[in-house]
C-alpha cells in the first residue's frame, strides 16, 4: 500500500514548479495505521505559496483513491522549514538544480 500511496503523491505538482511534490521533499511523513487510515505531513517550499489553502485537498483526493484506502489525514507543516536539500535527484534534474 505504501508504493500505491506513493505513487498517489507524485501526481500532485506544485503548480510554480515542474516536479511533483513527493520528489521536491514537500512529505514529510506518511503513517498508516492498523485500519488503513492515512496520516500525512506535509510543508510548502514557502509559506505564502499561492495554492496552500488548495493542496491539502489535491493530496487528500490523491491519496483517497488509493484501493484500501479508509481516510486520509493531510497535516500543514512548517518546522522544519523545507529547503532545496530535501529534493531527490530526480527533482534536481527536473530543476537543473544541482
Known sequence: MTDDIIAAL??????????????LGLI???DIDDDRNVAIDM???APG???AGEMPGWVEN????????QSVK????????WDQSRMS??????????
Do not use: H
Not at 507524485?10 to 520528489?23: A, N
Not at 490523491?62 to 484506502?69: E, K, M
Open 89 to 98: 535527484d530526480e527533482a534536481r534534474v527536473a530543476l537543473d538544480m544541482w
Open 74 to 81: 493531510v497535516n500543514m507543516v512548517f518546522d522544519p522549514p
Open 49 to 51: 505559496c499561492p495554492v
Open 28 to 30: 514529510y511523513r506518511v
Open 62 to 69: 490523491a491519496v483517497s483513491t488509493v484501493q484500501g484506502v
Open 10 to 23: 507524485k501526481t500532485v505538482y506544485d503548480p510554480e514548479i515542474p516536479s511533483d511534490i513527493y520528489e
Open 43 to 45: 510543508t510548502l517550499t
